[in-house]
């Protein structure tokens, strides 16, 4: 299951306005915490830290999967290598997996979405 579809999010995909004192600016509105973006949607995440990233914390992308070419991790102010298990579980669904600290994730995530590419970002929230 990928979560409570009736959960609070935004319901289109949207560039990030800005990020930053732990919380990010998109649609007008601003969120404080982490981001999960879709193709479709915006949700909460609940992720702090990038050692808590697994599929579970990315079900909703596992879910999607079939609409998403690319998934972008913003890991936050430090670096992070995914553990190859989550790799071949995104692979098997055919998504790539990108990792970076989570400034550089918004910006190309912003480029990608502009460039309507099939992307997905999970962003850890930075001071």
């Given amino acids: 299951m990928a979560g409570d579809p009736n959960a609070p ?15 990010f600016a998109f649609g007008g ?3 404080r915490g982490s981001l999960l973006c879709l193709p ?6 609940d992720v702090t830290d990038p050692t808590k990233i697994d599929r579970y914390s990315l079900d909703r992308v596992f879910a999607a999967a079939n609409g ?7 890991t936050g ?19 790539v997996l990108d990792t970076m600290q989570t400034g550089p ?8 979405i ?10 850890i929230a930075v001071p």
């Fill in 9 to 23: 999010h935004f319901p289109r995909s949207a560039p990030i306005e800005a990020y930053g004192k732990g919380g």
């Fill in 29 to 31: 509105m601003s969120h």
């Fill in 40 to 45: 479709d949607a915006i949700w909460a995440w």
């Fill in 68 to 74: 998403i070419d690319t998934l972008l991790v913003g």
């Fill in 77 to 95: 102010t430090g670096l992070w290598l995914p553990p190859p298990e989550l790799r071949q579980a995104l692979k098997a669904v055919r998504v």
């Fill in 105 to 112: 994730a918004v910006r190309t995530y912003n480029i990608m």
């Fill in 114 to 123: 502009g460039e309507r590419r099939r992307v997905a970002a999970a962003l």
